[in-house]
């Protein structure tokens, strides 16, 4: 990793009788949802391409990341599966999703 990337935890949750959730906790209430885990994981970088577009838009910068720890202990849900994706912030683009890599449970 450089120092034109960005690393940041995202996780799959779910409740009894509802669809999986994939998010980027630090992104606030960025998600998408899928009917397996790999469709909700598959959802996620549409939702991440949006969520950057919109901060673009808006003239805000990306959050701070935080460590896996920090952000797994912030939720309530259960959590499926936790995994780092990684975000381009190369000064001359647009931030843009770039890697993902699982840590399942």
């Given at each position: 990793?450089?120092?034109?990337?960005?690393?940041?935890?995202?996780?799959i949750?779910?409740?009894?009788?509802?669809?999986?959730?994939?998010?980027?906790?630090?992104?606030?209430?960025?998600?998408?949802?899928?009917?397996?885990?790999?469709?909700?994981?598959?959802?996620?970088?549409?939702?991440?391409?949006?969520?950057?577009?919109g901060i673009?838009?808006?003239?805000?910068?990306?959050?701070?990341?935080?460590?896996?720890?920090?952000?797994?202990?912030?939720?309530?849900?259960?959590?499926v599966?936790?995994?780092?994706?990684?975000?381009?912030?190369?000064?001359?683009?647009?931030?843009?999703?770039?890697?993902?890599?699982?840590?399942?449970?």
């Amino acid at each position: 990793m450089d120092r034109t990337t960005r690393r940041y935890v995202a996780v799959i949750m779910k409740e009894p009788d509802a669809p999986y959730v994939a998010t980027v906790p630090d992104f606030g209430a960025m998600l998408t949802t899928g009917d397996t885990v790999e469709e909700a994981k598959a959802n996620l970088p549409d939702a991440v391409a949006t969520y950057l577009e919109g901060i673009g838009t808006d003239g805000r910068n990306l959050p701070e990341s935080r460590s896996r720890r920090a952000v797994l202990a912030s939720i309530d849900e259960a959590v499926v599966e936790d995994y780092v994706i990684e975000i381009d912030v190369t000064p001359e683009s647009k931030p843009s999703f770039t890697e993902q890599n699982s840590l399942r449970r």
